[in-house]
């Protein structure tokens, strides 16, 4: 524990947003603990030690920093010194136009970063409660899979009821039981990504027979049986299982992750009615995640129902797909524009826990939480970044911008951002993929604007 002269900041949680947060106040001249409840206290879905470890998908999806908002995310995050997007670029694997990485070479990286830092301390130990009265700057980056008693302490001081939503995780396969007379490689258009060629994805087809055939399988398989307490969480449409979207209409998923736009089948003349894409999982390219396949089946009803899928008759699973509960609060209502719990401010809150949704998310949320921590214990001013920056608008909607009676978990999009007035070529109103440039356009140079205004120099300040 610390008195009230002591500036350390503590972190509670080791994910993506709390690993990032200690990066950033470290960097910025802050001394720093992070607190790691993992291995002492496991979870449902988490499977190693490491810090940062993803467990829903290695993806941290489009890498486009002119037309989509998630690549913008991604560039204005290295432009902030970001721990988590330089490894994430050292581990980078192929995956057409998207950002994926290698699962431990990413998390060993993280881990080795931190642990090798002068300004950080790493404990493994549960924070069980509140933190001591003592700690006069803290983060809390729990995520979605927060301890009971840290959520039941959240909610003794907030008077607000926790929301909630099911996570569920796709199926991993080994790539050499995989059947390539039936399966070939091809990237969506042939798009090539940061680390791509256009041929980075396992593409599995079906005629409509075998499409109809799978989706009543889907329907009928038996399913994991939820806990009394369980059976009113919603689901989060970006994670939703694959037998849900399946029961919400015959042709739901040839219009979601198994739409066969963009791809031609080298061994058939015939154009496929459906298509199931694998991406790759690890670095090496042994093994392939079932792109929007994450599901709440029964683990032998999974094997059968996966191996009707042609190609994969005879599939090795690396791993099996998995559900698990996701807990975030109403923070609109109860966090300030600075991430802070307005009932007791010395809390901050980063991460998924704020409603914000997706690993680059929670990691740019984290971002943000460890340089408002750093400038307070250094005494140091910090403005928050303009809205029209992918970072203002995401830290916008989470606090102020959202509407807390209709709350949900939010990726960033360009409907987040404040409208522009951008004419197109013609000189007239700016639509569609100009409107989204012209958006990113105006985010970077503010961005630049904002970073030369902060007394840190781009809040890199390193530990003399």
Same mark, same amino acid.
């Given at each position: 524990?610390?008195?009230?002269?002591?500036?350390?900041?503590?972190?509670?949680?080791?994910?993506?947003?709390?690993?990032?947060?200690?990066?950033?106040? !470290?960097?910025?001249?802050?001394?720093?603990?992070?607190?790691? #409840?993992?291995?002492?206290?496991?979870?449902?879905?988490? &499977?190693?030690?490491?810090?940062?470890?993803?467990?829903?998908?290695?993806?941290?999806?489009?890498?486009?920093?002119?037309?989509?908002?998630?690549?913008?995310?991604?560039?204005?995050? =290295?432009?902030?010194?970001?721990?988590?997007?330089?490894?994430?670029?050292?581990?980078?694997?192929?995956?057409?136009?998207?950002?994926?990485?290698?699962?431990?070479?990413?998390?060993?990286?993280?881990?080795?970063?931190?642990?090798?830092?002068?300004?950080?301390?790493?404990?493994?130990?549960?924070?069980?409660?509140?933190?001591?009265?003592?700690?006069?700057?803290?983060?809390?980056?729990?995520?979605?899979?927060?301890?009971?008693?840290?959520?039941?302490?959240?909610?003794?001081?907030?008077?607000?009821?926790?929301?909630?939503? $099911?996570?569920?995780?796709?199926?991993?396969?080994?790539?050499?039981?995989?059947?390539?007379?039936?399966?070939?490689?091809?990237?969506?258009?042939?798009?090539?990504?940061?680390?791509?060629?256009?041929?980075?994805?396992?593409?599995?087809?079906?005629?409509?027979? %075998?499409?109809?055939? $799978?989706? %009543?399988?889907?329907?009928?398989?038996?399913?994991?049986?939820?806990?009394?307490?369980?059976?009113?969480?919603?689901?989060?449409?970006?994670?939703?299982?694959?037998?849900? #979207?399946?029961?919400?209409? @015959?042709?739901?998923?040839?219009?979601?992750? #198994?739409?066969?736009?963009?791809?031609?089948?080298?061994?058939?003349?015939?154009?496929?009615?459906?298509?199931?894409?694998?991406? &790759?999982?690890?670095?090496?390219?042994?093994?392939?995640? #079932?792109?929007?396949? @994450?599901?709440?089946?029964?683990?032998?009803? @999974?094997?059968?129902?996966?191996?009707?899928?042609?190609?994969?008759?005879?599939?090795?699973?690396?791993?099996?797909?998995?559900?698990? =509960? +996701?807990?975030?609060?109403?923070?609109?209502?109860?966090?300030?524009?600075?991430? %802070?719990?307005?009932?007791?401010? =010395?809390?901050?809150?980063?991460?998924?826990?704020?409603?914000?949704?997706?690993?680059?998310?929670?990691?740019?949320?984290?971002?943000? !939480?460890? =340089?408002?921590?750093?400038?307070?214990?250094?005494? @140091?001013?910090?403005?928050?970044?303009?809205?029209?920056?992918?970072?203002?608008?995401?830290?916008?909607?989470?606090?102020?911008?959202?509407?807390?009676?209709?709350? &949900?978990?939010?990726?960033?999009?360009?409907?987040?951002?404040?409208?522009?007035?951008?004419?197109?070529?013609?000189?007239?109103?700016?639509?569609?993929?100009?409107?989204?440039?012209?958006?990113?356009?105006? !985010?970077?140079?503010?961005?630049?604007?904002?970073?030369?205004?902060?007394?840190? +120099?781009?809040?890199?300040?390193?530990?003399?």
């Amino acid at each position: 524990m610390t008195d009230k002269t002591d500036k350390t900041i503590h972190i509670i949680g080791g994910g993506l947003a709390g690993t990032e947060a200690a990066w950033q106040a !470290a960097e910025m001249g802050a001394k720093v603990i992070l607190h790691e #409840m993992r291995p002492h206290v496991k979870t449902d879905a988490h &499977q190693t030690h490491g810090l940062a470890e993803l467990v829903c998908s290695n993806s941290f999806r489009s890498d486009d920093a002119e037309f989509n908002a998630v690549g913008l995310i991604h560039e204005e995050m =290295r432009r902030c010194n970001s721990l988590i997007m330089r490894e994430a670029d050292k581990a980078a694997v192929p995956a057409g136009g998207a950002l994926a990485v290698d699962r431990i070479i990413f998390s060993d990286g993280v881990t080795a970063a931190l642990e090798a830092h002068p300004n950080i301390t790493i404990e493994r130990e549960e924070i069980a409660g509140l933190p001591p009265k003592e700690w006069d700057n803290v983060i809390v980056a729990t995520g979605p899979l927060t301890s009971a008693p840290m959520a039941e302490a959240i909610l003794d001081i907030t008077g607000e009821d926790a929301l909630a939503f $099911f996570d569920a995780i796709a199926p991993i396969i080994h790539k050499d039981s995989i059947d390539f007379d039936v399966a070939w490689f091809q990237s969506r258009y042939d798009k090539s990504g940061p680390a791509g060629t256009g041929s980075d994805y396992i593409n599995c087809p079906m005629n409509e027979e %075998q499409y109809n055939a $799978f989706i %009543q399988e889907l329907v009928d398989a038996p399913k994991i049986e939820f806990k009394e307490w369980e059976k009113d969480t919603p689901y989060f449409d970006g994670c939703m299982p694959i037998e849900v #979207m399946a029961e919400r209409g @015959q042709e739901t998923l040839r219009f979601g992750p #198994m739409k066969p736009v963009g791809l031609t089948n080298p061994h058939k003349d015939e154009k496929p009615y459906a298509v199931v894409q694998l991406r &790759q999982d690890n670095a090496l390219g042994t093994i392939y995640n #079932m792109v929007g396949f @994450q599901t709440k089946m029964k683990y032998g009803d @999974q094997t059968r129902v996966f191996k009707t899928i042609p190609g994969l008759e005879n599939a090795e699973f690396a791993r099996l797909g998995g559900l698990h =509960r +996701n807990t975030f609060i109403n923070s609109p209502k109860v966090l300030n524009d600075k991430l %802070q719990l307005k009932a007791e401010p =010395r809390l901050r809150f980063a991460g998924q826990i704020t409603g914000c949704e997706g690993y680059v998310e929670s990691a740019s949320i984290g971002l943000m !939480a460890g =340089r408002l921590a750093a400038s307070e214990a250094l005494a @140091q001013e910090f403005t928050l970044p303009p809205l029209t920056t992918a970072f203002g608008a995401l830290l916008n909607h989470i606090t102020t911008g959202a509407d807390a009676k209709t709350f &949900q978990p939010m990726n960033v999009n360009f409907g987040l951002f404040p409208d522009i007035d951008a004419k197109n070529a013609r000189g007239k109103r700016a639509k569609g993929k100009d409107r989204k440039k012209a958006m990113s356009d105006r !985010a970077r140079a503010d961005l630049t604007t904002w970073l030369e205004s902060l007394p840190h +120099n781009e809040g890199t300040k390193k530990a003399a």
